[in-house]
């Protein structure tokens, strides 16, 4: 139980430890990629899990899809408040493609069904007709506070904190519905690119 409970602490933290581990290294000169080293570490860890929902069909698809269009909605009205900013292509790009997926594949993917070892997952509340779990909220607190590794506390980074436990939950809840992180995934990425295309549209007014 201790074990997994660690392991789950390392994912939450994985990406600053990726990222000390190449600044205090020879690999010093790699810092610029460190979200792709991230991302490999990440993706070649997979298997060691027993549980996932990474390589799984979604299912109840049917009372998911309509659901998932709501969200999409709410997603992108959502994202012209976000605050992101990310400058540069290369930053961009990872900011709308290697972040969500690394970020599902470890919060949602992993850790939302390997906690149910440790909490009954009944449901709390629904948000959106979807069931939120014990397991659910847990999963979105360790999300949220893993973005304290990306931004410096402030502000703006607790806006940021606020933002990815209430999506969080979203996320975590449509996942457990579908045993699945397909539709989760695409939400991430759908949020953080109307994210990048609304800090566009203001940087130009």
């Not at 629904?126 to 999300?143: C, E, G, N, R």
């Not at 410096?152 to 607790?158: D, H, N, P, V």
């Not at 975590?172 to 109307?194: D, K, Y």
Request: glycine fraction near 4%; charged fraction near 15%; charge should be positive.
């Amino acid at each position: 139980m201790y074990l997994m409970l660690f392991i789950f602490l390392l994912l939450t933290f994985s990406y600053k430890l990726v990222e000390i581990l190449i600044r205090k290294t020879l690999l010093k000169r790699m810092e610029k990629y460190t979200v792709l080293v991230w991302a490999i570490i990440i993706i070649i860890s997979v298997p060691l899990f027993n549980d996932e929902y990474i390589f799984k069909a979604p299912i109840h698809y049917e009372k998911a899809l309509p659901i998932f269009g709501v969200l999409i909605l709410v997603y992108i009205v959502s994202a012209r408040f976000s605050g992101y900013n990310p400058k540069g292509k290369f930053n961009i790009t990872n900011f709308i493609i290697t972040y969500p997926i690394i970020e599902e594949i470890i919060f949602r993917g992993l850790i939302l069904p390997n906690l149910k070892q440790f909490f009954v997952s009944s449901e709390i509340i629904q948000v959106f007709s979807m069931s939120v779990t014990t397991p659910v909220i847990t999963s979105a607190i360790l999300f949220a506070i893993c973005h304290l590794q990306y931004y410096k506390l402030s502000a703006q980074s607790i806006r940021f904190i606020i933002i990815a436990f209430l999506g969080g939950i979203l996320l975590g809840a449509m996942t457990e519905m579908t045993q699945s992180i397909l539709f989760a995934l695409i939400l991430h990425i759908v949020f953080n690119l109307f994210s990048v295309i609304f800090a566009m549209r203001m940087s130009k007014e």
